[in-house]
């Protein structure tokens, strides 16, 4: 019996070692948009080959991987939601920040288009959803970088979207999956363009308004600061936060998606 | 948070109950008498039956999940019946996790029954049902072990209810979907109360069914 227990512990103990042998690691903490659009399975393999560091990619919500970062349990943020990033850097959270790609949102919805809201702009479209009997509309909430900026948007016509006449349902999945219940629902949504390009084809929603200035989402990457929280992965952190945003990876970001779908996931700031 | 019984959280909390509540009422109502049967009766392809049961026990929940949703789905054969993100949903998904493992833990159980106590009740000149009724009856236990490990499986499950519930505010947000939920948004604090919940309500329903045995058996 003390035999087996002391093999368990010497298991026990050798377990961290099979986990880290020889390869170093860090935590890119994103936004299940993000891990949707595929663009992480395309870059991340490139950095880890070239550096020989494993990123554990965690998707959650803007909101969480946020809080994970407050918290010291991620080593980069990748995350859409400028407020809320703001703030982060200026607890001191983050070191350094840039901004490297921006896409937009667009609501979709179904083609019936019960609330006659096609081809209008966006909140005149939103209105026309929240005054029909007939509307659903599916939310996010789930405090995502999309759900903040779909309240934000209600906030700006002084809408409360519970208390609207359409159904709102609340989702509290990721986008993926929001739109899966959109289209099975026959509900109107907000999505990230990325998200859409990539699922569209499977989905029974088509893309009701677009276009506004205020619908443009903005990516960037935040590095956690290593002197609030000297346990990350600090060498890591700061040669992913470089390659990403090297010219030669912001281009390569640009490009994603463009021969598959025809046009291009994320856009890049003209310097 | 969990003292002040706060509206969502309580609507949360009923959803559960009664989502897994009325699905293993269902399969207790499917599942013992079928159990029972298959622990008894002798009859071709009752080994596979048993495999297929024994087989299900194991099933893991997002698979059942997966099958339910493509079922459901409006390009699948019931989509017109529009149960897709409903709890009626759900509940089948969660009567299709239960079902085997109340099937599985009655058979075995029946069949542990002493071989002497069943010939005594023949013995006596029971009739089919009147048999079939006092072996239950005699395994009591068995029941409700069934009961607590095929609640217990259900309440805890997350996958296929966030498949096919689709964890709407209101109308599918049960305690394992809204932890994940809340993990996700980290809002750790009300994810950990929402976990106490659940622990409570195993802890309780544990403590009747150990009461109940231990009542029978002294």
Redesign the interface.
Request: charge should be positive; charged fraction near 20%; avoid cysteine.
């Given at each position: 019996m003390k035999k087996i227990f002391s093999l368990l512990t010497i298991f026990v103990f050798l377990l961290p070692l099979l986990s880290c042998s020889g390869q170093s690691t860090m935590i890119l903490a994103t936004t299940t948009s993000v891990q949707d659009s595929g663009l992480l399975d395309y870059l991340i393999p490139k950095f880890e080959d070239q550096y020989n560091v494993k990123v554990k990619v965690i998707a959650a919500g803007t909101g969480e991987a946020i809080a994970m970062g407050q918290r010291g349990n991620a080593d980069v943020l990748l995350v859409h939601n400028k407020a809320k990033e703001m703030e982060f850097m200026n607890a001191g959270y983050g070191s350094k920040r840039q901004e490297i790609c921006y896409n937009d949102f667009l609501l979709v919805g179904p083609s019936s288009d019960p609330a006659k809201a096609k081809d209008l702009d966006i909140y005149e479209a939103l209105k026309k959803i929240a005054y029909s009997k007939e509307a659903i509309f599916a939310s996010r909430g789930d405090q995502s970088g999309t759900h903040l900026k779909e309240l934000a948007l209600w906030k700006n016509i002084s809408l409360t979207p519970t208390s609207a006449e359409m159904s709102y349902l609340s989702t509290g999945q990721g986008m993926g999956e929001t739109l899966r219940i959109a289209s099975e629902k026959g509900a109107y949504t907000l999505t990230d363009r990325s998200t859409w390009l990539a699922q569209k084809g499977t989905l029974n929603l088509e893309v009701i308004s677009q276009g506004n200035k205020d619908l443009l989402n903005v990516y960037s990457v935040i590095l956690i600061n290593a002197q609030k929280f000297p346990q990350i992965h600090s060498k890591e952190a700061q040669l992913f936060f470089s390659w990403i945003t090297s010219p030669d990876v912001l281009k390569l970001i640009g490009d994603f998606g463009k021969d598959k779908y025809g046009e291009p996931f994320f856009h890049l700031f003209t310097p | 948070m969990i003292l002040s019984l706060d509206p969502e959280l309580m609507q949360v909390l009923l959803l559960s109950l009664e989502v897994s509540g009325l699905a293993i009422c269902i399969a207790v109502v499917l599942g013992i008498p079928s159990g029972v049967f298959l622990g008894l009766r002798r009859f071709p392809g009752r080994n596979l039956l048993i495999t297929l049961v024994n087989t299900g026990m194991g099933l893991p929940p997002v698979v059942v999940g997966l099958v339910v949703f493509l079922f459901l789905?409006?390009s699948g054969p019931f989509g017109n019946l529009n149960l897709?993100?409903t709890p009626s949903a759900m509940i089948i998904a969660q009567i299709i996790i239960a079902l085997p493992i109340v099937m599985g833990v009655t058979m075995a159980g029946i069949q542990n029954l002493d071989e002497k106590l069943r010939l005594q009740i023949l013995a006596l000149g029971a009739s089919k049902l009147q048999y079939f009724w006092k072996l239950i009856e005699e395994g009591r236990l068995i029941v409700l072990s069934a009961l607590a490990a095929g609640f217990g499986s259900i309440i805890s499950e997350v996958g296929a209810v966030?498949m096919v519930g689709?964890?709407?505010?209101?109308?599918t947000?049960v305690l394992t979907?809204?932890i994940v939920?809340e993990?996700?948004?980290?809002n750790?604090s009300l994810a950990i109360a929402l976990g106490i919940i659940l622990f409570l309500i195993a802890l309780l329903l544990n403590l009747v069914f150990t009461f109940l045995q231990q009542r029978r058996s002294s």
């Open positions: - | 789905a409006r897709l993100y966030m689709g964890n709407i505010k209101g109308q947000r979907t809204a939920l993990t996700r948004q980290g750790y």
